[in-house]
Each structure stands twice: as structure tokens, then as C-alpha cells.
């Protein structure tokens, strides 16, 4: 019954889902490097200038691999954190903290230069969200949609292969779904999608009632 009710779900979201997806199709080249994502922002500007700059050096793949590095290190010391985000240091003691702590760790000039033009413009506060960023551009340039798909408890495995190649008939060519199933017990029932990073379609039981609980306070 679990099974029939999730997959009913299921053909509710693929009515709302093309619109979405086509959302998060390859956008116009610019003039010089082949932009695979609009972003926005603050950190998007930077993460977008950083592509450009690993892109004309052909050191994409290895700048991605040197930030995923630097962020793994950032989440895990509280030490190095805090020095980042700390907008009482000055922006010279926070450039030549951070040309110390890349100094060894054998970066590519592109990285390193990158976070020196960070420490000079005040931004390495927001170190971690720019990684963020490259890595959806970085998802974007290799044509992979990441698409999570929230339920209450773990998802049959054919219930998640038939939703998956439902969402594959949206992609353009070249692109390929990254499907990742999550257990969230709060949304009560039924599923939430995220596709990418900004679009959702929330067909939960928790919605609904939430919606319900709106339309009667309204009305009172």
C-alpha cells in the first residue's frame, strides 16, 4: 500500500517537474569561457570568476579536488574556521595567515591566488559558500542534475529507478541525473523533491497540513 501511494506521488511530480528541470539546462556561453550555471550572489560572482580563471588554465578538475580539500579542512578544525570568518582580524594578517596555510600544502597557483584575492576584497568569511558554488558549477560542467529525493522512510528500489528514469525524459542531451534518496521522518508522508540547488516540489503530508492549518486560520 506504502508502495502504490509512493508512486502515485511519484506521477504527481513528474506533472510539475519538466518546467523545473529544462530551469537547469545549460545557459549561453560568455565571451571567453563556457559558463555552465548562472549564479548569483556574492559567492557566485567569485565562484564564477574562479571557474573562468581554472578554466583558461586547464586546472578545473584539480582545483575542484584542492577546494574540497580546503573545505574538508575548514569544517573540521574550528581553529581555521574562526580565523576566516573572525571580521575583527585585518584584511593583511587574514592575507598572510592564508598564504601560511596554503604554503605547503602544494596548491596550484590558481588556487592560491584565488584566496589571496579573497583575503585582499574582505571574503574569506564566505570561503565555504564560494566552494559551494564551484562545486554546482563544477556538478553543471559535467551535465549532472543532482536531484534528492526526501521521503519518510527509504524508497523501493524500482519505485526509485521508475522515478528516475521519468526525470531523465526532462534532461537535455549530455546531462545526467545524481538521484539521492534521504529519510526525513518530519515531512510526515508523501515526497519532497530538490532539484539542484533552488528548485523543490513539495508534495509532502507536513505541506499539506500546513497549508490546511493557513486556509483555516485565514478563515477564521
Known sequence: MASFTSFNLAKQLLTSVPKLARSYATPASTKTVKVPLTLYGIEGRY???????????????????????????????????????????????????????????????????????????????????????????????????PVTIVSVKELDSNILRRLEKSLAKFLDPGQKLIVTNKVNPSILGGLVVEIGNDKTIDLSVSSKLAKLNKLLTDAV
Open 47 to 145: 565562484a564564477t570568476a574562479l571557474f573562468g580563471a581554472a578554466s583558461k588554465q586547464q586546472t578545473l578538475e584539480k582545483v575542484e579536488t584542492e577546494l574540497n580539500k580546503i573545505k574538508t579542512v575548514i569544517d573540521k578544525d574550528s581553529i581555521i574556521r574562526n580565523f576566516l570568518e573572525d571580521p575583527s582580524l585585518s584584511r593583511q594578517v587574514k592575507k598572510t595567515g592564508i598564504q601560511g596555510l596554503l604554503k605547503d600544502g602544494k596548491y596550484t597557483e590558481t588556487t592560491k591566488n584565488f584566496f589571496i584575492v579573497l583575503a585582499e576584497n574582505g571574503r574569506l568569511g564566505i570561503t565555504t559558500k564560494i566552494i559551494n558554488s564551484f562545486q554546482s558549477l563544477m556538478t553543471a560542467n559535467r551535465g549532472e542534475v
